[in-house]
């Protein structure tokens, strides 16, 4: 089991940054088309709908042509897909196993879930980054109203490492659960980075059981010398990651954070998470809310170290879910989020110290509540080991 590994640096990888579901749901479907072997696909949300359909018709044609389809789906995230669809995916021969599925017997072991968002065709290409395949993500009805995500195409080397972690996933769901691992005795060790060009690496989280993407990103923020704009939909970091932001942020660093605004699916979430503005503010840290639509990204640029993938970075996805992320030092993608990153904040709303001091009476009470909230929970949690 994967709990435990970490997984080197690769390099002579190429990597392209798609961004907004009409972009990157036709290119995944392309490949699926061009599959000749193999298609893995890894996803929490998964709902009936046209964006469903729209993935179902290549896979059936894959599996038409004699390719091995695997579908490894979470089961709470998947709880909106009927079973007319799943008997459809079964019926073509397509192999479809669930990650966790509810059970009352299980009681807070069904937080336990599978959050990446992975697509794997034949070993020559990859998907990695944060889409589900419902409508909100893309509707090729209503092509201009989706949230705001991005996949990252990947090609190289790098690609049997995905393979290796997806493979180990789809093994053990059906045998030890994550929680039945005992937890380390010791944090993993990040490799070095090396020579080379196109290099990447992936990195992941197994519940508490494993967390090598949190520590690897802990390490960049601590190292940065020039910006950290990093973007999440669920502003709830963890107190190491808020006392480096602020750290980096005093010493000088471009500390940008793109996060959602009123556009979210869970405003609880966004209150208890603005209760770390002010300090973050006051310490220099710029915070932009962005506006056109649902702010999905999970995505982080550290002066040129790129992460993309499933990982939030709060309390929450760290404690429970298994997690997914490339991080990557090429000059190439770091150009492309860079650009994503500055269009983003061009269509954002910059909150400051003076506008967050004249926010309405009922904004403050939402945010002291949701916030007393996740505190409480979180400590509760915490005492349960």
């Known amino acids: 089991m994967l709990a435990g590994s970490v997984f080197p640096w690769r390099s002579d990888n190429r990597f392209r940054l798609l961004v ?3 972009q990157f749901f036709p290119a995944m479907f392309e490949a699926i088309d061009r599959a000749e072997r193999r298609v893995d696909l890894e996803l929490y949300l ?64 069904n937080l336990h879930r599978d959050h990446r968002k992975l697509l794997l065709v034949d070993g020559c290409i990859g998907y990695v ?9 893309w509707n090729p009805r209503e092509p201009a109203m989706h949230w705001h995500e991005v996949m990252v195409e990947m090609t190289g080397p790098l690609l049997q490492d995905w393979q290796e972690l997806f493979d180990s996933q789809w093994v053990h769901c059906l045998k030890r659960r994550i929680w039945q691992l005992p937890l380390p005795n010791r944090a993993p060790r ?7 060009s196109g290099l990447g690496r992936v990195a992941y989280s197994a519940a508490r059981q494993h967390r090598d993407v949190l520590l690897s990103l802990l390490r960049n923020l601590r190292r940065a010398q ?40 869970h405003p609880p979430v966004r209150y208890a998470g603005q209760r770390f503005y002010p300090r973050l503010l006051r310490a220099g840290v710029r915070i932009h809310e962005y506006q056109p639509h649902f ?19 709060d309390h929450w996805n ?35 110290l003076a506008s967050w ?7 403050r009470l939402y945010q002291r509540m949701w916030g007393l909230m996740d505190r409480l929970l979180v400590n509760i949690f915490n005492r349960g080991g």
Request: proline residues 4%; charged residues 25%.
């Open 190 to 196: 990040i490799p070095l980075l090396p020579d080379g």
């Open 295 to 313: 702010s999905h990204l999970k995505m982080v640029l550290v002066d040129d170290w790129v992460s993309v993938g499933s990982c939030n970075f």
């Open 226 to 265: 020039t910006r950290i704009w990093l973007a999440t939909p669920y502003f709830l970091p963890t107190g190491k990651v808020r006392r480096a932001l602020i750290r980096a942020a005093r010493r000088g660093v471009d500390v940008r954070l793109l996060l959602t605004s009123r556009n979210t699916d």
């Open 46 to 109: 998964v709902e009936d709908g046209n964006c469903f359909d729209g993935l179902l018709e290549p896979l059936l044609r894959a599996v038409s042509r004699g390719v091995r389809v695997r579908c490894l789906f979470d089961g709470f995230g998947c709880l909106k897909l009927g079973q007319a669809n799943r008997d459809r995916l079964t019926q073509a021969g397509i192999e479809l196993r669930l990650y966790n599925p509810l059970s009352l017997r299980l009681k807070l072991r």
């Open 20 to 22: 907004d579901g009409p």
């Open 129 to 137: 980054g944060g889409t589900g395949v419902t409508d909100e993500f």
């Open 357 to 363: 001091y004249a926010r309405p009476l009922h904004l």
């Open 318 to 352: 760290l404690r429970w879910n298994l997690e997914a992320n490339l991080e990557a030092i090429d000059a190439s993608l770091s150009g492309q989020v860079q650009a994503c990153f500055e269009r983003d904040f061009q269509d954002s709303i910059e909150i400051d």
